[in-house]
């Protein structure tokens, strides 16, 4: 079974400064793939970046990029010079073995303030 | 190519009563599947299905029966809607094989059960 853990339920940073949202995962598969997802108070799940467990290199997705640490089982998203609109819940999800069956974390509130 | 579709966008039911959630994808999508969104516990699977004629039960099954009977459409039947039934419902669609930005959401429904 695949777990998400994110342990940060809220979070709130300065606009234009960096921050980072935390998720940890727990699979025995050695094929997976990392998500953030990014929901406004709209409702909708917009995709953010994407890690998949055999890409040498950390993703990157404009002023998005996700910190993964494979021996550690970590894959934290980072936001650069944070935006009022980046305020939202952000999920951290995992997919194992294939299909599409996306297993989330209980998600980080951001708070951007001026 | 509208993407993936979820009818109606706001129900309210009262407890007892039935009702289908829509979905339906243009895009010849084989995997499709539905989660739901409580406060506090991210989006958790309900069903899922592999391709048409072919369903199976994600996580939080009970209280919740699919089917699916063309690769386009996967709807969703409460029999009995209960309170604790009260959530935000998204329906999901993708290729057999996902990577990046491939896994394609509608924009919820919420459902809320008196």
């Known amino acids: 079974a695949q777990k998400i853990t994110q342990t940060q339920p809220g979070m709130f940073v300065q606009e234009k400064e960096a921050v980072t949202l935390d998720c940890t995962y727990d699979?025995?598969?050695?094929?997976?793939?990392l998500f953030w997802y990014k929901q406004p108070s709209s409702g909708e799940m917009i995709f953010l970046i994407y890690?998949?467990?055999?890409?040498?290199q950390n993703a990157t997705e404009g002023r998005y990029s996700l910190n993964f640490q494979k021996a550690r089982k970590s894959a934290n998203l980072v936001i650069s010079a944070s935006q009022l609109g980046d305020s939202a819940m952000y999920f951290c999800?995992?997919?194992?073995?294939?299909?599409?069956?996306?297993?989330f974390g209980t998600g980080t509130q951001l708070k951007v303030e001026l | 190519n509208a993407g993936v579709t979820q009818t109606p966008k706001f129900q309210v039911l009262k407890t007892g009563q039935s009702m289908t959630l829509q979905c339906a994808q243009d895009?010849?999508?084989?995997?499709m599947s539905w989660y739901r969104q409580d406060p506090g516990m991210g989006l958790r699977l309900i069903h899922y299905s592999v391709g048409a004629g072919i369903t199976d039960q994600g996580e939080v099954p009970n209280g919740y029966n699919v089917s699916r009977s063309t690769t386009e459409d996967f709807p969703l039947r409460l029999l009995s809607a209960a309170p604790s039934q009260t959530s935000v419902y998204f329906c999901?669609?993708?290729?057999?094989?996902?990577?990046?930005?491939?896994?394609?959401f509608g924009e919820g429904s919420w459902l809320t059960v008196v």
């Open positions: 890690q998949g467990s055999y890409d040498q």
């Open positions: 699979t025995s598969d050695p094929s997976y793939g």
């Open positions: 999800a995992m997919i194992a073995g294939g299909g599409n069956k996306l297993t």
């Open positions: 999901a669609s993708s290729y057999s094989w996902v990577t990046g930005n491939t896994i394609y």
């Open positions: 895009m010849n999508h084989e995997y």
